[in-house]
């Protein structure tokens, strides 16, 4: 309904109908009302209007605050539900890349693991070369952007390292670091034999016992041992100068017969078990070429003195 002077008077001089007291009070209940009482009702209607319009205008502006700037409070609470929302967007969005971002870094490390029996060569970011030996695992970055190159070796591996002075090349075991600038040399340190092995067949390195302060210059021809808190280096020469395992060899130095079923056991992916506790450290040495798994096992049976039986891939030795 239309809400005329005409009809406002009629209203304040109590000579409306129901319908129009309920329309003039809706409208004049309207938060504008105000504003359209003093611009478009005449000033003589106003005056006239009486205690009853401005009672109710009074009982309108005595309401609370907040139902005053309802609409105001509306759009102020929209625009904090806005940025509260585009804040959340933002710190979660930030806490995605932060995720991704870590998972990216994680997968620039590259891990590359052979099985008993197997044998592989590994092509580093800066040129330089790993062959990787028998149930062996290399972690290493897919560049090698900080001030040395670092990987990490399971196993054993022969390193041939492309020179870099301004970048020094580190390999790191459980128990050693082997610092280079550029060489080539063998580490070997399998979990729970107790012993790093390095064999320098060109340049030079210092192997660091990382257990002890310990730490020697090993140049070619030398070989470096850790086990538990020692660290000792020798000369050699010949076939032991050589890395036995590219040559397709097998050499045994001194070594308890349970370490000699150990590699065995990687090189020819079989299961060995020792029946007899007292062959356990029992010690052999010898070498072998292009050797046969029952070539093997018949010159030791014969050389520490032992009994054995193949069942498939499983061989148990006893006296």
Known sequence: MNITPELFARYTAGQCTPAEIQAVEQWLDDP?????????????????????????????????FWLHYRYYLSG????????????????????????QSTVRMEAAVRTIRTQKGETRQVALPDGSVVMLSYDSELRYPSAFLDSVRRVVLVGEAQFSVKKN?????I???AAAQTHVLGTVFDVKEYPGEGSTALLVTEGKVRFTHKLSPK?????????????????????????????????????????????VTRELERRYNVSIQIRT??????????????????AVLG????????????????????E
């Open 32 to 64: 504008d009302a105000v504003a359209d009482a003093i611009t478009e009702i005449p000033g003589e209607i106003r005056q006239e209007s009486g205690t009853r319009v401005w009672a109710r205008l009074r009982a309108r502006n005595a309401r609370p």
């Open 76 to 99: 102020i609470a929209a625009v904090l539900v806005l940025v509260s929302g585009i804040v959340w967007y933002t710190a979660t969005n930030r806490a995605e890349e932060a995720a």
């Open 165 to 169: 002075p301004k970048q020094p090349f």
């Open 171 to 173: 390999v790191e075991t």
């Open 215 to 259: 730490s020697e210059i090993v140049a070619a021809g030398m070989t470096g041992l850790i086990e538990g808190k020692r660290l000792t280096v020798r000369t050699v020469s010949g076939a032991a100068a050589e890395v036995s395992w590219l040559h397709n060899a097998l050499r045994f130095d001194d070594i308890p017969l349970m370490q």
């Open 277 to 294: 506790e007292t062959l356990k450290n029992q010690r052999y040495t010898g070498a072998f070429k292009n050797p046969s798994l029952n």
């Open 299 to 318: 010159s030791l049976s014969i050389a520490v003195g032992f009994r054995y039986e193949v069942k498939g891939e499983s061989i148990s030795l006893y």
